[in-house]
């Protein structure tokens, strides 16, 4: 639970009221905070108890009582100020709204805290059916990853510095499982023909994101840029987008391949990382891409 005592600060943030549709509702209703213990997670429930998905120490069950005892208020906080950041800033719940309306619109969220901030998290996503938690607890389905601050609820040039950084350590830590679960002869081919193509895109995708935060301001609105501007960095944000559609398709032709070849273990960390590029897609598609050209065109609901 270490990480809560860091995400009490969320305090001082007055996340803004904003009108949430039917769907987003039932998400923050049925909305699951998950923390780390010692030997496994406890998840607190939207009534404010708590499961645990493996064996506990009586001190951690303590704290856990203490913390749903005193401190509802920013638990509470806290499912507000994910689901603010998912509706803002994220294409995730409209992505996999399938899937997590399957599920009686139960969505699990867990805090991974930076190893570069200390008030920088990622948000791990997941949905499972009620009835299987926590015994089935594994059986979780990954819904994708949003990156967050709770210092601000703003995001600077979209969050894609964000994107960027998680991006190249995923697909470090892609490159690394799938080695560890591969014949050696098996992954120097799916190196030489999939893993080095995608590690060249990512690279021009690194290159291409420093360009954008260093000509454009933080705050890519009709407000700080003229609409000749907007188009310019529209442009940008669009190429950035065809490049996570390349690295997309070769991640599919190498799952494909990995399947082929009856690489099981190994080949789940592609899926996932997969699943990652194509929420990064959909996101600069709806939220960015989608956003700027409504202001260039002029269009207002």
């Given at each position: 639970?270490?990480?809560?005592?860091?995400?009490?600060?969320?305090?001082?943030?007055?996340?803004?009221?904003?009108?949430?549709?039917?769907?987003?509702?039932?998400?923050?209703?049925?909305?699951?905070?998950e923390f780390?213990?010692?030997?496994?997670?406890?998840?607190?429930?939207?009534?404010?108890?708590?499961?645990?998905?493996?064996?506990?120490?009586?001190?951690?069950?303590?704290t856990?009582?203490?913390?749903?005892a005193?401190?509802?208020?920013?638990?509470?906080?806290?499912?507000?100020?994910?689901?603010?950041?998912?509706?803002?800033y994220?294409?995730?719940?409209?992505?996999?709204?399938?899937?997590?309306?399957?599920?009686?619109?139960?969505?699990?969220?867990?805090?991974?805290?930076?190893?570069?901030?200390?008030?920088?998290?990622?948000?791990?996503?997941?949905?499972?059916?009620?009835?299987?938690?926590?015994?089935?607890?594994?059986?979780?389905?990954y819904?994708?990853?949003?990156?967050?601050?709770?210092?601000r609820?703003?995001?600077?040039?979209?969050g894609?510095?964000?994107?960027?950084?998680?991006?190249s350590?995923?697909?470090?830590?892609?490159k690394?499982?799938?080695?560890?679960?591969?014949?050696?002869?098996?992954?120097?081919?799916?190196?030489?023909?999939y893993?080095?193509?995608?590690?060249?895109?990512?690279?021009?995708?690194?290159?291409?994101?420093?360009?954008?935060?260093?000509?454009?301001?933080?705050?890519?609105t009709?407000?700080?840029?003229?609409?000749?501007?907007?188009?310019?960095?529209?442009?940008?944000?669009?190429?950035?987008?065809?490049?996570?559609?390349?690295?997309?398709?070769?991640?599919?032709?190498?799952?494909?391949?990995m399947?082929?070849?009856?690489?099981?273990?190994?080949?789940?960390?592609?899926?996932k990382?997969?699943?990652?590029?194509?929420?990064?897609?959909?996101?600069?598609?709806?939220?960015?891409?989608?956003?700027?050209?409504?202001?260039?065109?002029?269009?207002?609901?």
């Amino acid at each position: 639970m270490h990480n809560f005592e860091r995400l009490k600060e969320i305090h001082h943030l007055k996340i803004p009221v904003f009108r949430r549709d039917e769907f987003q509702e039932s998400v923050l209703k049925n909305l699951y905070l998950e923390f780390f213990l010692e030997s496994c997670r406890v998840l607190i429930t939207p009534d404010f108890q708590y499961l645990t998905t493996g064996p506990t120490r009586t001190e951690e069950l303590e704290t856990i009582e203490r913390l749903l005892a005193e401190e509802r208020s920013v638990l509470d906080e806290l499912k507000k100020f994910v689901l603010y950041n998912l509706a803002l800033y994220s294409a995730l719940l409209e992505t996999n709204s399938y899937y997590i309306t399957s599920n009686d619109h139960l969505l699990i969220c867990r805090f991974v805290q930076s190893d570069h901030d200390d008030r920088a998290y990622e948000l791990k996503l997941y949905t499972l059916g009620r009835q299987d938690l926590p015994e089935n607890y594994k059986d979780k389905l990954y819904i994708g990853r949003d990156f967050v601050n709770i210092s601000r609820l703003t995001r600077d040039h979209f969050g894609i510095r964000q994107i960027r950084n998680s991006l190249s350590s995923q697909v470090d830590r892609m490159k690394e499982r799938v080695k560890n679960y591969t014949p050696h002869e098996i992954y120097n081919e799916l190196e030489d023909e999939y893993i080095t193509e995608i590690e060249e895109i990512v690279g021009e995708f690194s290159n291409e994101t420093a360009s954008i935060v260093e000509e454009f301001p933080v705050d890519i609105t009709t407000k700080s840029l003229k609409p000749d501007s907007l188009i310019q960095v529209n442009h940008l944000f669009r190429e950035l987008k065809h490049m996570l559609i390349e690295v997309e398709e070769t991640t599919r032709d190498m799952e494909a391949r990995m399947f082929e070849t009856d690489l099981a273990r190994a080949v789940r960390y592609v899926t996932k990382f997969r699943k990652d590029i194509q929420n990064y897609i959909n996101y600069l598609i709806i939220k960015v891409n989608g956003r700027i050209t409504d202001a260039v065109n002029g269009f207002h609901l």
